[in-house]
């Protein structure tokens, strides 16, 4: 670990344009999507938004409960987290306008010819078009309001190191959870579960929500390594951070499976019809083999995988698994998604389309991100918490001190700055 | 190992973000030890005998309700069609849920690396045996026939019959069950190296000889930490889902009824955060007036009583997103059940008993924003005893009011407890408080060797620890 | 058995610091003992590298008990629910992996706590009724605020004179010799 040397930039020679590439090429098969078959296109996209939109959902949560616990240990990749959510607004906003124009072809209430069914009439004025344009609108404020502002005092911490700007921290997370809480569940109600309008759970906001901080924990794990090899945050970082993040992503590996089959069971043992038949439908045709891989793949696997203490700082062994659950978020999302489009099976056919939808916009994202990230400090460079999270000695134990997994035994001795008179 | 001096681009902690020490005062290992373990020795004080009397008193009202109740029947209590669980599982789910807050502080804090949670570990895994054992007592009279209670386990009768295990009830014999006896496990395996600086300290022939035999001959012997340290994470990674999955089976009795109000898909989380939360309440409630009668101010600080307003406060909140997704959902679904029964919880008979619940778990917590009232501790005391009793109408509101009206109007009623309810329940609480007290009075409620591990001079890095400072450590290979 | 009461056990050293006994136990270890050990109040963070103590095995008895558990849980359960006393429940199957997974998930946990409590008990050979040290009146503080290091006369490489002598270089200030 050698002194910290916040000036280096991020080098992507190789790679420079990649995003641009990516963007070309999937905004050129959207447009042949489009003409070719509206409907499907307006799916796919959907299905690509909400896979992104978890991503940058869970980036603010990590954001807050870093503020919220008082965590030491995620400063070193608070910053990337913090470009992340960051991107809610203006760029998810802006990938949110063709759902907001196709609403008509993706959400089967809106159509005129369902306006009179008991389900949509019960829930207005929620499921009335403006109001869906208003609620939309709404959670998009709020997302840019939380994310700026965390980011704009986190960048101003930056400065001076000061603890004002981590109060002020707490403060957005504080209120910004319950919001986070109430428009998260309110933005997935809306944009995806009522694509059947007349199912309803209580737990598909907590279900959204899980799966998004499993995904999100992978990809902080393969950005954190990245970053890492280009020597950008390596000043910041201890090995820790590896295994926690590790950790936190068997945490909600369970933590999904958890919810996904209490969810399941309960609407199985109680075998009410205006309920199964979300999970019926699930069942037919390859959607079976869709549910079979979502068990094994979403949950076993990655539980077996994530079980031994040791294997969090194996890098051959995580980065598979990290991008083992982009593969297996997107099919959770799928199932949940496409069925409406695709009630026989699972659309292999138009999996160009997928890719085209999902280029484009991580295509864009990532382009957004790195012009982000290059502008600013990669880490929180004054954090007051930074000393623990790089391991070094401090004088209270916490999370990296003096773990009662006796993993710390490399920690150094105090430096004299830290010698207290004997009591 | 490199020594290398701390790079001079790491930015100073300002001092209003100082971590403040788990043991204030800079308390020696030998401090601990007599602080604590005096607690348990010499003569009882009189407030011990004050509190003991009345709790072993209703501890006897427990024994005569019970013997009245099994003598007579289940009619003695206030169950009538169709509020067919009432009173006895209101109790059952709020004791249960009480005994959360032992296994989450204990397990989960564990896993979470909060180190702060050796100061209240002991006293909270203890409450939480008490409590399940006051839990346990209810299913077991609610069955009626409580001799045949042995039923309920595998074991091969005389009818040749076996438990039926689709039934979540069934579920929940194991769940409790196991929690119980993981939970005393996990209890006595802590309390082992306690005994045996108990056993050390011994003056009399009895209490050696009763320590030393409940210490098993430890010795504080670094090839036994290691295997114990080992252990003791690996029950603390299997009590993490048990916690879960014990009140998540609990809320699953509800919940795969088709019942308006108890089949809902979030029960499980809802239930778990519900216990969290009244278990800290609990924990809260013993602690501050112990904390203040045995000058335990420098071992349970004001940190630890902070961290663990906003644990209230967090799951307190998880609550209330339950309570909205219920209501939400009600109305989104809908069903004319589902918006009859959340309307008839908030404008029904029962109202009274759905304020206070909305009132002390939602809204009261929330005053835990406010750092004042996280430093005030009477005002904690009272938040937290508002919260058990919030917690206590919540299982209320759920049970009574979701049976007392059901589909058929014409066996609508309105339920009310008898005295004997009344006294079953006033008396677990002699039985939670009598065998607290034994507890306080015999064992050492803190955890000490747990408790000298998060001390600074613990580190063998640190300078109290005796490492010399800015000098390099031999290698270790 | 007044014979028995005079051989010689192994020698005890104190330590006032964890800092200290850490460094000493270093310095037994690297002198090549085999029968020896560290005692401390609480578990000492660095003290099994230290003594080059290896991973604990406590995880495999836990790993056995869960995996006895959950098979114990799922074979019964579908045992009694569809062999040998099949009853028709709310039309669900006889046996489904759904209903049986709670009570077999808590035998699993179960089993697996009394396999990791059993296997600590069995690797640390407990409860153990006799143990020459805690005749001790000075070992008695190990429970309170003091630090041991014990070297059993029966090691190969044990010698009273260079294992006091190791001892007193490694920084401690009181040694005794306990007898069995």
């Known amino acids: ?423 | 190992m490199t020594t290398a001096p701390m790079p001079a681009t790491v930015p100073q902690t300002p001092a209003e973000l100082e971590r403040p020490l788990l043991v204030a005062n800079l308390r020696s290992f030998g401090w601990i030890s007599n602080r604590v373990a005096s607690l348990s020795e010499g003569p009882a004080p009189l407030w011990w005998w004050i509190l003991f009397v009345p709790s072993f008193l209703a501890l006897c009202l427990l024994g005569f309700c019970v013997s009245y109740q099994i003598s007579t029947g289940v009619g003695v209590w206030g169950n009538r069609h169709p509020v067919m669980w009432a009173w006895d599982i209101v109790n059952f789910v709020w004791w249960i849920g009480i005994g959360h807050a032992g296994t989450l502080i204990s397990a989960i804090l564990f896993l979470l690396r909060q180190r702060w949670r050796t100061a209240v570990n002991r006293a909270a895994e203890a409450m939480t045996i008490f409590a399940v054992m006051c839990a346990g007592i209810y299913p077991a009279l609610h069955v009626g026939r409580t001799w045949y209670d042995y039923w309920l386990f595998p074991i091969p009768n005389s009818n040749s019959l076996w438990p039926q295990f689709r039934s979540p009830l069934m579920w929940d014999v194991f769940a409790v069950s196991t929690y119980f006896t993981v939970s005393v496990l996990f209890w006595y395996m802590g309390l082992v190296p306690d005994l045996a600086v108990m056993r050390d300290r011994a003056r009399t022939r009895a209490r050696q000889f009763l320590y030393g035999i409940f210490a098993l001959g430890w010795t504080g012997s670094n090839r036994h930490w290691s295997n114990y340290e080992k252990a003791y994470l690996i029950l603390a990674g299997l009590s993490t889902p048990l916690v879960l999955s014990v009140h998540s089976i609990v809320s699953l009795d509800f919940s795969v009824s088709q019942l308006p109000g108890w089949h809902t898909t979030i029960f499980p989380p809802y239930f778990v955060a519900g216990a969290v939360f009244s278990g800290f309440g609990m924990v809260l409630s013993l602690l501050i007036p112990l904390r203040k009668i045995w000058k335990l101010e420098d071992i349970i600080t004001m940190r630890h009583i902070d961290v663990m307003c906003k644990v209230t406060l967090a799951t307190g909140s998880i609550v209330g997103y339950a309570y909205s997704m219920e209501f939400f959902i009600a109305w989104y679904s809908g069903n004319p059940n589902e918006g009859f029964h959340f309307l008839n919880r908030a404008l029904g008979p029962y109202q009274w008993a759905w304020i206070p619940m909305v009132t002390c778990n939602v809204l009261v917590p929330q005053l835990f924003w406010i750092k004042w009232f996280r430093k005030n501790l009477v005002a904690v005391f009272i938040i937290s005893i508002l919260v058990n009793v919030g917690m206590w109408f919540e299982r209320f509101v759920i049970i009574v009011i979701g049976l007392h009206r059901d589909f058929l109007t014409s066996s609508w009623a309105y339920y009310k407890p008898t005295p004997i309810d009344i006294g079953t329940y006033v008396g677990t609480f002699g039985l939670f408080f009598t065998c607290f007290l034994l507890f306080i009075r015999f064992l050492p409620m803190i955890a000490i060797s747990e408790v000298k591990g998060v001390t600074p001079q613990s580190d063998p890095h640190h300078p109290l620890g005796g490492a010399k400072v800015a000098e390099s450590v031999p290698d270790e290979d | 058995m007044p014979d028995a009461l005079t051989k010689p056990y192994g020698m005890i050293a104190e330590f006032i610091t964890a800092n200290s006994v850490l460094h000493a136990a270093q310095a037994v270890r690297n002198a090549g003992f085999r029968k020896w050990d560290v005692f401390t109040p609480f578990p000492v963070h660095g003290m099994d590298r230290a003594m080059g103590l290896k991973n604990s095995k406590v995880g495999w008895f836990a790993f056995l008990g869960g995996v006895a558990g959950y098979t114990t849980g799922m074979l019964m359960i579908w045992f009694m629910n569809t062999v040998d006393y099949p009853i028709v429940i709310g039309g669900k199957p006889m046996f489904s992996p759904f209903s049986a997974f709670p009570p077999s998930y808590e035998l699993t946990i179960l089993f697996g706590a009394f396999g990791s409590l059993g296997g600590m008990l069995f690797l640390n050979r407990l409860p153990r009724l006799h143990n020459p040290l805690l005749k001790n009146k000075r070992f008695s503080l190990v429970t309170h605020d003091r630090f041991f290091i014990l070297i059993e006369c029966d090691d190969p490489k044990y010698s009273e004179v260079e294992t006091r002598k190791l001892l007193e270089e490694a920084g401690c200030r009181h040694i005794e010799l306990i007898e069995e």
Request: charged share 10%; hydrophobic share 50%.
């Open chain 1, 1 to 423: 670990m050698n002194p910290a040397n916040p000036t280096d930039r991020f080098d992507i020679s190789r790679w420079r344009k990649l995003p641009l590439q990516l963007m070309v090429i999937g905004a050129v098969l959207c447009i042949i999507g489009g003409l070719v078959d509206a409907k499907e296109f307006a799916y796919s996209w959907l299905l690509a938004f909400m896979f992104f939109l978890s991503l940058c959902l869970g980036s603010l949560f990590l954001v807050m409960i870093h503020h919220l616990f008082d965590a030491g240990w995620t400063v070193p990749i608070r910053r990337f987290s913090e470009h992340i959510a960051a991107m809610l607004f203006p760029w998810m906003a802006l990938l949110f306008i063709p759902i907001a124009v196709m609403a008509k072809t993706i959400y089967p209430w809106m159509n005129p010819e369902h306006q009179h069914e008991h389900a949509v009439i019960a829930k207005q004025p929620l499921f009335s078009v403006p109001m869906f344009y208003i609620v939309s609108a709404f959670c998009f404020l709020i997302w840019w309001l939380l994310s700026n502002r965390l980011r704009h005092w986190s960048l101003e911490q930056d400065k001076t190191g000061a603890a004002g700007p981590t109060f002020r921290m707490r403060y957005y997370s504080g209120a910004g959870i319950v919001l986070f809480a109430l428009t998260g569940t309110i933005a997935v109600v809306l944009w995806q579960k009522s694509l059947e309008y007349h199912w309803f759970s209580t737990m598909y906001g907590v279900y959204y929500f899980g799966g998004s901080v499993w995904f999100t924990l992978a990809t902080a794990y393969l950005i954190t390594v990245v970053l890492d090899r280009l020597g950008l945050i390596s000043d910041a970082l201890h090995e820790h951070q590896y295994y926690f993040l590790g950790s936190l992503m068997f945490a909600f590996t369970v933590f999904y499976a958890y919810i996904h089959f209490a969810q399941y069971f309960i609407i199985w043992n109680g075998n009410m019809p205006e309920e199964t038949y979300w999970y019926v439908l699930r069942e037919r045709g390859t959607w079976w083999y869709v549910g079979m891989v979502i068990i094994f793949g979403h949950f076993f696997i990655p539980f077996l995988g994530l079980l031994r203490i040791d294997v969090k700082h194996i890098f051959t062994w995580m980065i598979p698994l990290c991008v083992w659950a982009w593969l297996m978020h997107w099919i959770d999302l799928s199932f949940n998604i496409m069925p409406i489009p695709h009630p026989q099976g699972f659309p292999f056919l138009s999996l160009w389309l997928h890719f085209g939808c999902w280029a484009f916009m991580v295509g864009l994202l990532s382009a957004v991100f790195l012009r982000n990230y290059n502008s600013h400090p990669p880490y929180p460079i004054k954090d007051p918490r930074l000393v623990e999270a790089m391991g070094l000695y401090h004088p209270v134990p916490t999370q990296i001190s003096g773990g009662e997994l006796g993993e710390a035994d490399d920690l150094r001795d105090a430096p004299p700055q830290f010698r207290q008179p004997a009591p």
